[in-house]
């Protein structure tokens, strides 16, 4: 016995086989933006999160690194003091009594000797001053057999690398029985030789509030991680991965990033420790807990220590997954609206079309030679009847044609485009070119008259200089913009290990004259603008004169009269050099901009060029980008509606 298939298509009319596809579109349509929505949001979502966790830890670094700061300004505004007073040792006292008065961060201060520095002391002596309480500074020697500070990090690092060392920190069992970090910073006698250490203890407390001042506000003032599990927390590793701070005061100095990784079974958790000890700052996801969180950490540059920020994903993306479901309920509420009008309106258009659906389908097919059926009823379908006939006889003879037209058609404006994206695509298109330079100020723009055209510019840096060059290929169109991609190479390659731009120029001429049948030649100029000093050496090749552009005035730079590239083999090119002061401005353009004509045929003109500059010139301050784009709408405004005659290329080069 054979099982028929609850659900068949073919067993559905035209008009119920077009709502189901229309609604199982719809439904993937919607379910798609639903999903591309809420990871869009998602995605959105994690971006303000990086921002938002990487700002705070940025305000730690900084707030850590101005207490930091202060301390040091502290201690190394002691030392003249410290060595005014070194033949009266009872005098330490009062110092490090005053260093905690004046500086309230501070909770303790040591001035640690050598030992037998002073004979009389015998081997300790380091007068100590801490906070007894709030109000109350004391005084006492630090050294004995019980405290050996002589051994202690904060005394042994800093002798041994000879310079000032803040400590990991510590509990202080002989000092001020706290928590703390200590800075360290070595004294020396005129012979070079280490006499004593002046320390300061600062309390980490001040940080642990800090971060929980941080959770709170992550958490909008609701609960901890001590009581829910998905609370994001906030905490800060040494440089061997131990807590300093963390939210669980018990694991501080006591355990590491590292034990907490081997308790999450997450094996992504090391690298991410490894990666906090390192310096290094960033973003993941891991397993916290069996709650999927995401860690962002950041190092605390002064101390060598990392912060790290855990959220859990369910908080971090809880709008995200509330808004898709918002929208993906809406959507399907929308679909039962749809379904019911879409459902009515199909059945009644294509009702009519029942007895013509036989006949058109062999046209549907491709079958443009199939007889049509005869249609009685007067009306559109009988309309529909006689324009599928024309139509079919039609068809026949203009798809014939259309194949042979659009072949070539489709071939040759697909070439044009691939031919101008090349072109352009080797062109420089990135501005600002050197973001992190900010000695130079460089931009162009080439606009070509056809699909693709023979102007060019091209520049680089190589050891300080700026290599740069700009051109005009005689003629236009595809044997214009070849000789144009040729040129521009043949620049790239030379100028790659030649200094000299007359010697860059004559290499270009000899590689073009050599087998230049069609007898196509190139106006060049070719300048090379040492950064440091100013000094600019420059060829010109039949180019129009550039524009030197000062402070207050403006005028042509002085070139020689030499032949265009490609016309004379051996032609020897002269080189000159010019100094472009800081502030000034070369600007270079092809014959395009001058001779641009409007509908009259007036042409653009130097003039018009020279009042555009001097305009531009009386601004506050007048950049290559801000001139090219006064000149382009200056031709723009000048030409109109007149169609563009020429390529038209401009560059402009300011030294800063």
Request: glycine residues 8%; contains cysteine; charged residues 25%.
């Amino acid at each position: 016995m054979k099982i028929k298939h609850p659900f068949n298509l073919s067993r559905l009319s035209f008009a119920g086989r077009l709502t189901f596809w229309i609604m199982a579109t719809t439904l993937v349509v919607m379910a798609l933006v639903t999903y591309l929505l809420t990871g869009i949001t998602k995605a959105a979502m994690e971006g303000q999160a990086e921002s938002r966790y990487q700002g705070v830890m940025e305000f730690m670094n900084e707030s850590v690194s101005r207490e930091l700061t202060a301390v040091e300004v502290a201690i190394a505004n002691t030392v003249p003091e410290i060595e005014a007073s070194l033949d009266e040792p009872e005098k330490m006292y009062d110092i490090v009594r005053r260093i905690l008065r004046l500086n309230p961060n501070i909770v303790g201060s040591a001035i640690a000797f050598e030992p037998y520095n002073y004979p009389e002391k015998g081997i300790y002596f380091s007068p100590y001053a801490y906070r007894a309480d709030s109000l109350t500074v004391e005084v006492r020697q630090l050294g004995n057999e019980d405290y050996e500070y002589h051994f202690m990090d904060w005394y042994q690092i800093p002798k041994l690398l000879g310079k000032p060392y803040w400590s990991d920190p510590y509990y202080d069992t002989g000092g001020g029985e706290i928590t703390m970090s200590t800075y360290s910073l070595p004294l020396y006698d005129s012979n070079g030789m280490m006499y004593a250490i002046v320390t300061a203890d600062i309390s980490l407390e001040w940080l642990t509030d800090q971060l929980e001042a941080i959770d709170r506000r992550n958490n909008d003032g609701g609960a901890s991680i001590k009581e829910d599990k998905y609370a994001s927390y906030s905490f800060i590793i040494g440089r061997n991965a131990s807590y300093i701070v963390h939210p669980f005061r018990e694991r501080i100095l006591k355990d590491t990033y590292f034990a907490f990784a081997e308790e999450t079974g997450d094996e992504g958790d090391n690298e991410i420790g490894y990666e906090m000890i390192e310096g290094k700052r960033g973003m993941r996801s891991f397993l916290n807990d069996d709650v999927r969180s995401v860690i962002f950490y950041a190092p605390i540059t002064r101390t060598g220590w990392s912060m790290g920020i855990v959220v859990s994903s369910f908080n971090m993306y809880l709008l995200a997954n509330v808004l898709g479901g918002i929208v993906l309920a809406l959507m399907l509420m929308g679909m039962l609206v749809v379904f019911f009008i879409c459902q009515k309106a199909i059945r009644h258009v294509v009702n009519p079309l029942t007895q013509f659906a036989k006949s058109a389908d062999e046209i549907a097919k491709g079958n443009f030679e199939a007889p049509l059926p005869e249609i009685k009823i007067q009306g559109e379908m009988m309309q529909l009847r006689n324009s599928f006939e024309i139509m079919q006889t039609s068809l026949v003879n203009r798809i014939e044609e259309l194949k042979v037209v659009n072949e070539k058609k489709g071939r040759m404006d697909s070439e044009l485009q691939i031919a101008r994206d090349i072109q352009m695509s080797m062109l420089p298109k990135m501005f600002p070119p050197y973001p992190e330079r900010n000695d130079l100020d460089i931009y162009g723009r080439l606009t070509p008259a056809k699909e693709v055209g023979g102007d060019l510019f091209d520049f680089f840096i190589r050891d300080e200089k700026l290599f740069f060059c700009i051109g005009d290929v005689s003629g236009k169109g595809v044997p214009a913009s070849l000789v144009m991609a040729v040129t521009r190479a043949q620049f790239r390659t030379v100028a790659g290990h030649e200094d000299h731009p007359s010697k860059i120029v004559a290499n270009i001429n000899e590689l073009m004259t050599n087998g230049n049948d069609s007898n196509m030649f190139v106006t060049l100029f070719v300048g090379v603008l040492n950064l440091k000093t100013g000094v600019m050496q420059y060829c010109n090749a039949g180019h129009d004169a550039p524009l030197i552009i000062g402070q207050k005035d403006v005028s042509l730079l002085e070139v020689d009269t030499n032949l265009p590239v490609g016309l004379m083999q051996g032609w020897e090119f002269s080189e000159q050099e010019t100094l472009l002061k800081r502030g000034s401005m070369i600007y270079l353009y092809t014959d395009g901009l001058t001779e641009a004509e409007d509908i009259n045929h007036g042409q653009f003109g130097e003039e018009r060029i020279f009042e555009v500059v001097r305009q531009a010139s009386g601004q506050k301050e007048v950049t290559s980008t801000s001139l090219i784009d006064s000149m382009t709408a200056a031709v723009h405004a000048f030409v109109g509606e007149a169609e563009q005659s020429d390529d038209l290329t401009m560059l402009g080069v300011r030294l800063l």
